[in-house]
T-cell receptor, first 114, second 112 residues
Framework: DVKVTQSSRYLVKRTGEKVFLECVQD?????MFWYRQDPGLGLRLIYF???????EKGDIPEGYSVSREKKERFSLILESASTNQTSMYLC?????????????FGQGTRLTVV | GENVEQHPSTLSVQEGDSAVIKCTYS??????FPWYKQELGKGPQLIID?????GEKKDQRIAVTLNKTAKHFSLHITETQPEDSAVYFC???????????FGSGTRLQVQP
């Protein structure tokens, strides 16, 4: 089975801190995504990457950046955490192939910024 | 960009009844429509998907229908069971954009 692993289940950070959320997938997928999940808003795309060192902004990139130095690892960075970034963060990686297909999700990181 | 609307936001049914969740999308170029189930404390998992060249797809108690003309698709769960209780998300994407656009989610509660 494909496995997408996020390094932390729960994080509590202070306002202004630099925060790193890590995601690793074990199936040699090219594409990786970061979403945030908020009640009533569903999942919103923050950034995605379709290859090493390649990245593209999603729908809500403000306040975030990403890093993809290795194919299996995609990091989400909060440059200066703010309380409105308190949320559930989900990493996903779709299967290979030309056609859109199943995306495999990590278990999520619940971030609280105080 | 794509916009996906999902209704209802909460749904409570009695065990054994059917449940229907509806979504509409805005981008006529969208051609892939998956449904995800998210259980408490877990990431979403795909339960069924449909492509734009098909009008209906069924997998045991779960079915999805797609109306391309009206740009809406629906999830149907028959003979609901308590373990069907979860949050369900619809999504849409199109060729050339692997990222999914999600609906706002439906919390389904199946009462025993």
């Amino acid at each position: 089975d494909v496995k997408v692993t996020q390094s932390s289940r729960y994080l509590v950070k202070r306002t202004g801190e630099k925060v790193f959320l890590e995601c690793v997938q074990d199936m040699d997928h090219e594409n990786m995504f970061w979403y945030r999940q908020d009640p009533g808003l569903g999942l919103r795309l923050i950034y995605f990457s379709y290859d090493v060192k390649m990245k593209e902004k999603g729908d809500i990139p403000e306040g975030y950046s990403v890093s993809r130095e290795k194919k299996e690892r995609f990091s989400l960075i909060l440059e200066s955490a703010s309380t409105n970034q308190t949320s559930m963060y989900l990493c996903a990686s779709p299967d290979k192939g030309q056609m859109n297909t199943e995306a495999f999700f990590g278990q999520g990181t619940r971030l609280t910024v105080v | 960009g794509e916009n996906v609307e999902q209704h209802p936001s909460t749904l409570s049914v009695q065990e054994g009844d059917s449940a229907v969740i509806k979504c509409t999308y805005s981008d006529s170029a969208s051609n892939y429509f998956p449904w995800y189930k998210q259980e408490l404390g877990k990431g979403p998992q795909l339960i069924i998907d449909i492509r734009s060249n098909v009008g209906e797809k069924k997998d045991q108690r779960i079915a999805v229908t797609l109306n391309k003309t009206a740009k809406h698709f629906s999830l149907h769960i028959t003979e609901t069971q308590p373990e069907d209780s979860a949050v369900y998300f619809c999504a849409a994407s199109k060729a050339g954009r692997r990222a999914l656009t999600f609906g706002s989610g439906t919390r389904l509660q199946v009462q025993p």
